[in-house]
């Protein structure tokens, strides 16, 4: 495994994007919510609109998974405004080639 990075930013970005409107996805990020009881690991809010954050990318022989190609276990569910400063914050999401 390895943790290094170098995807672009807006490579790093379409992750999150790619494939939003799917309702794999969409199923995906329900059941994320609804194990975190549907508020923000983060600030607790239940009021805003809530996100399903990624913890990491994994790519398999260079291709990236789709967003729900994950463990529930590597999401997380984060408010608007968490996971917005969470990504100013932490800056990249690290991505585990494997
Ligand atoms: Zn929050
Ligand atoms: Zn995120």
Redesign the pocket.
């Known amino acids: 495994m390895d943790m290094n990075s170098n995807l672009s930013a807006e490579t790093q970005d379409n992750f999150e994007k790619k494939g939003w409107n799917t309702p794999e996805w969409i199923a995906k990020s329900k059941a994320v919510k609804e194990r975190d009881g549907n508020k923000?690991r983060?600030?607790?809010?239940t009021t805003?609109i809530l996100h399903a954050h990624h913890r990491c990318y994994i790519t398999k022989n260079g291709v990236q998974n789709n967003p729900w190609e994950y463990p529930n276990e590597l999401l997380i569910t984060?408010?608007e405004?968490?996971?917005r400063n969470g990504h100013k914050v932490h800056g990249k999401v690290p991505v585990y080639h494997f």
């Open positions: 923000c983060c600030c607790g809010t805003k984060l408010c405004d968490c996971h």
